[in-house]
């Protein structure tokens, strides 16, 4: 007897995949994209080739989860409070967080930069932590913010761990510029990770923001590395006497990170 098909459920690589919980994914993800830009249901349901109906059905159980909210005319959509919550959540319980943040601030005190905790995902890498300068402040915060992973020193840096298929799956099929200044050329970006790789540290040159520079180191204490920490320094106050004391301190707060998290890895198993 052959079993009957489940219904909305789809194979890809021999995992089920639930027709309704992708596209409410997908559709989330959408809406978290678009950032401060609300969208009404039709550019919705095209952008992500969903029909209207079953679009507007999936936005409707989200709103009334708080997963969604809408303008007073019910009109236009935006990512809601419950997203904050869940993502709010996932920071306050990674213990690689918590590492990273008290070095950031301890940079922070030391030099005055804006300091970043960052984390690949998929072609981008996403901002976890931020600890701004206190002499140049942005508009908003970089928490939770995604850039392509090539045109940021942290994004780099946890390239230059790659190679092969593994580096190919972290870029996206066209690098696009961000400024004038940003690699779209992929031999270029070999040989600039090759660099990352030789010298130990990774380094925006305006690729990302214009007039500012970044440097990043990779986190090892997982193989291979999936964070980096950062620092953020406009060129106008930047020298190689200061290039050189940013990196030794973003060198130094990566070996004593490591040296933590390995701590805390061997008290989970002695706990165990």
């Known amino acids: 007897m052959v079993a009957p098909a489940d219904e909305g459920v789809e194979r890809t690589g021999g995992v089920r995949d639930v027709k309704s919980a992708a596209r409410t994914l997908e559709l989330l993800e959408l809406l978290a994209a678009r950032r401060n830009r609300p969208a009404r249901l039709r550019e919705l349901s095209e952008a992500l080739g969903m029909p209207r109906s079953s679009c507007y059905a999936v936005l409707r159980t989200l709103t009334k989860y708080g997963w969604v909210r809408t303008d007073p005319s019910g009109t236009l959509y935006g990512i809601g409070i419950r997203a904050l919550l869940a993502g709010t959540t996932y920071l306050d319980t990674d213990p690689y967080v918590r590492l990273a943040k008290a070095a950031l601030d301890r940079l922070g005190e030391q030099l005055d930069e804006t300091f970043h905790l960052g984390r690949l995902s998929g072609t981008d890498v996403v901002y976890l932590v931020t600890r701004e300068s206190g002499q140049y402040l942005r508009a908003h915060s970089r928490v ?129």
């Open 144 to 272: 939770g913010r995604r850039l392509p992973a090539y045109s940021t020193a942290l994004g780099k840096a946890l390239l230059a761990e790659l190679d092969g298929a593994d580096l190919h799956e972290h870029l996206p099929a066209e690098l696009l510029p961000l400024t004038g200044h940003t690699i779209t050329d992929r031999a270029t970006l070999a040989a600039d990770l090759a660099a990352a790789r030789a010298t130990g540290h990774s380094v925006d040159r305006e690729e990302n923001t214009a007039g500012v520079q970044c440097f990043a180191v990779p986190l090892r204490y997982a193989d291979p590395a999936g964070d980096a920490i950062s620092c953020s320094v406009p060129l106008a106050r930047l020298t190689p006497a200061r290039e050189n004391d940013i990196v030794t301190a973003l060198l130094r707060a990566r070996d004593a990170i490591e040296q933590e998290a390995m701590s805390v890895e061997l008290g989970a198993l002695g706990e165990n």
